[in-house]
């Protein structure tokens, strides 16, 4: 680990400010949550945190209130829930700054959890007065939020400032610890898939990988953005008529690394079951939702030699049947692989879970737009900002 762990602080009779990513999905009306697995994922930093004689005051941010109290925003339903889990109680802050939080610091073995950190406009501005008043509820800092780190706010860089301590959480460490491995000496042969809708989205990701891995297998809709470059016909399909010429540069300089699909699975309009058809090529009026059997074949064949895989985006319309097969066999094979395998979030971990192979997966990221920026070569604030070891 580059960066402090919080395994290297001397955490017994510390208050810790972790920040955390409780940014879970709500029912209608913000009283109910619907997946708490974003919790769950930080129960081992808090028990760790605990069991060492440290008070916790946990902050995160939920939903975009745009810098104001928001009642279907509230943390309140977290608490609840977060209480539920640990098995012990937790108190919950009516804000996140000022005296009335500042009078409930947590004594040890205590768990504090502020209100929303993002109904302060303070927060995503990087304010350094809100970023004085977190840091002064705390003794150390503790960045257990991979999903923020791309963010440069007050609670995830500007507080660090005012810390002697400023260490990453033991999910932070599985997140840096695998990207670094898949990214910094990988090892080979080392394969990138990556698919989802726009070229604009991949072209940092593509040009850093590009450094980095042996081949380059490219699905979903900005594969089209490619066959068009090569002067390949794409019929309705999403193409980035202002990316083509990106696509040409990228392929000009791989040379042999990039793959992209030799058939397609085609219809007239993305709706369930719509009539489809298998093609090599793409005629007019039909757009292309998913990679056909071939390219699934072909695929299969280069993930099953590799010792290093790494996933963002499915390769077509995966929630829409039928065009969920490319995706869903494709994640068959990478589970099946004995590679060292990281699955970037969002779209890509939906793709897994439906698979049903999750548990076959090495590391599947917690942060979709932070796992980007990171294949990309960019440095993250949130990671940036914590003390080097």
Known sequence: MPKLSIRDLDLQGKRVFLRVDFNVPLAAGGREITSDK?????????????????????????????????????????????????????????????????????????????????????????DPEFSRQLAALCDVYVNDAFGSAHRAHASTAGMIGHLPQAAAGLLMEKELEYLTRVTRNPARPAVAILGGAKVSDKIEVIDNLLWIIDRLLIGGAMAYSFLAARGEPAGKSLVERDKVDDARRMLAAAGDKILLPVDHVVAAEIRAGAAHEVVSTIPPGMMGLDIGPKTVELYSGVIARARTIIWNGPMGVFETPPFERGTVELARAVAASAATSVVGGGDSEKAIQAAGVASKISHISTGGGAALEFLAGLELPGVAALKDN
């Open 38 to 126: 974003r919790i769950r994922a930080s129960i081992p930093t808090i028990q760790y945190a605990l069991e060492r004689g440290a008070g916790l005051v946990l902050a995160s941010h939920l939903g975009r209130p745009g810098g104001k109290a928001d009642p279907q925003m509230s943390l309140g339903p977290v608490a609840n829930r977060l209480e539920t889990l640990l098995g012990r109680p937790v108190r919950m802050a009516p804000d996140c700054v000022g005296p009335e939080v500042e009078a409930m610091k947590p004594a040890p073995g205590e768990v504090l959890l502020l209100e929303n950190l993002r109904f302060h406009p303070g927060e995503e501005k990087n």
